[in-house]
């Protein structure tokens, strides 16, 4: 089974609004894994995630704003 989250092209600023609503809950739910962990190891871990996290939103503005043209993007779900 697959879900179709995104597909098609969307101006600069659509792409940027759906790429950091989509990390952002990806951050949430890291967060919300930590203030119900117990673990250190588990703590770091997830503290290093919502860093690549951020990192990776950080990267994806910079390169969207260098490229004012419509942005392709693709997200789908794969069950296995």
Same mark, same amino acid.
Request: aromatic share 4%; proline share 1%.
């Given at each position: 089974?697959?879900?179709?989250?995104?597909?098609?092209?969307?101006?600069?600023?659509?792409? +940027?609004?759906?790429?950091?609503?989509?990390?952002?809950?990806?951050?949430?739910?890291?967060?919300?894994?930590?203030?119900?962990?117990?673990?250190?190891? $588990?703590?770091?871990?997830?503290?290093?995630?919502?860093?690549?996290?951020?990192?990776?939103?950080?990267? $994806?503005?910079?390169?969207?704003?260098?490229?004012?043209?419509? +942005?392709?993007?693709?997200?789908?779900?794969?069950?296995?």
């Amino acid at each position: 089974m697959n879900i179709q989250l995104i597909k098609g092209k969307f101006t600069p600023q659509e792409a +940027i609004d759906i790429i950091t609503q989509m990390i952002n809950v990806k951050i949430k739910f890291q967060e919300n894994k930590i203030a119900n962990s117990d673990g250190e190891e $588990a703590i770091k871990m997830r503290e290093k995630r919502i860093k690549d996290l951020q990192q990776d939103l950080s990267n $994806a503005r910079e390169y969207i704003d260098n490229h004012k043209e419509n +942005i392709a993007l693709q997200s789908e779900l794969i069950f296995n």
